[in-house]
């Protein structure tokens, strides 16, 4: 009887836990979480901050869970170190887990740039950081948010719904930098200006000084910005520090296989820490998406339970959000990295769509306005090639419901 032990409590630590019940009730599994609480969505976070569902609605799970699927917890002291020579894994209190296969799940945190005053301001990634955003903007006018990726404008739509005077600083000269094209975010910096939202587009933050009861931030522009509230929203890091020094590869994330392994024997990878091989570039990246996580850990649990045959996982960029009320997708390459693809562009008012291909492989695609397409798109991003019928309809047809009808005759076709 093997004893399976997963660091982390999030997406790809539920869905693992998962796939090792389908596979084996004999095993024993131990959970190691820092947080002491139930497992909760970030992608649910913005939603409380905006007050569309309770503080408890974040929460996906309660402690039942747990009991239910058989699996022992560790809350509130998290692991702080892997010795894979003696297979067990070290907690911050100073117990020392022992395991057959171990899955590191670890997530990732947020990162905030070395500006004078920024460690004073707030940032948005756990339920506790929700909370306290909410509670200390209850009374604000203005907030300031530094960063336009897709955190930064999540938070934007939640404080501007409750009627919050909304400024962002970008560095890039675009919203939505790594995930949209230019094209696409425009249509979605129009959004904004045109709800009242003011960008500061091209602009460094060079410090943030205490101004009253507020904050003044200072811009490489030479302007200074005054808000109430600063969340800064510049980006996250892989949480491998349980992992350095123990010989696992980091590069920055945890590397691994199509199958969830590292380069230790014995041990695992999955969500926001792992670091795969993209499929179509063959660059290896971190995918900090909700999307990644469930699906790497399903394939991560099944494989370090021993689950008959070889479960795959391949990373890729599905990224999904309405802010301000505009629907916008964003899938896999929506730039072309290089030569060899191509591009095919519709747009009708703010209604755009990008579909780009490689060698008969559609491997990218930008939507803004209708997402409907999305999953359909998703299914033939995963073909290593289009039948010629179905590249030829994604190339031919306009992608607008109005001018051709709905997608459900291609979804015909391609599942």
Partial sequence: M????????????????????????????????????????????????????SYRKMFICNR????????????????????????????????????????????????????????????LWSAADARRIKGVSQNASTVAVVGAGLIGLQIVDALWRRKKKMIVIEMQDRVLPRVMDAAGAAIMQERLE??????????????VAQRGGGKGLRLSSGETVEADVVVFATGVRPNTGLLEGSGVALSPGVTV?????????????????????????????????????????????????????????????????????????????????????????????????????????????????EVEAAGILSHLMDRETLSPVVEARLRQRSPFHAANGPWEPLQQEVV
């Fill in 194 to 207: 045109g709800a009242g939202v003011q960008l500061r587009l091209g602009q460094q933050v060079w410090e």
């Fill in 2 to 53: 093997k004893h399976l032990v997963i660091t982390g409590n999030g997406g790809a630590a539920l869905n693992a836990l998962r796939a090792i019940r389908s596979v084996s009730r004999s095993h024993n599994i131990t959970l190691i979480s820092g947080e002491d609480c139930p497992a909760y969505s970030p992608v649910l976070t913005t939603h409380y901050l905006c007050g569309t569902i």
């Fill in 257 to 369: 296989d199509e199958g969830g392994r590292t380069s230790a024997e014995h041990i695992y990878a999955a969500g926001d820490v792992a670091q795969g091989t993209h499929p179509i570039t063959g660059r290896t990246q971190v995918n900090a998406t909700w999307t990644n996580a469930v699906e790497g850990g399903w394939v991560a649990g099944l494989n370090m339970a021993g689950g008959s045959g070889f479960s795959r996982w391949r990373p890729a960029r599905v990224n999904i959000l309405s802010p301000l009320g505009l629907p916008v997708a964003s899938l896999g390459e929506v730039d072309s990295p290089e030569s060899g693809y191509d591009e095919l562009v519709r747009r009708n008012g703010s209604t755009y769509r990008k579909l780009v291909f490689h060698r008969h492989r559609l491997v990218g695609a930008v939507l803004v306005g």
């Fill in 64 to 123: 039942d869970f747990y009991r239910s699927h058989g699996v022992k917890t560790i809350l509130g002291d998290g692991a702080v170190a892997v010795e894979p020579d003696r297979q067990r894994v070290v907690l911050a209190g100073g117990q020392a887990v022992p395991y057959d296969e171990l899955l590191v799940a670890t997530g990732s945190s947020v990162t905030v740039p070395p500006i004078p005053g920024a460690g004073e301001c707030l940032t």
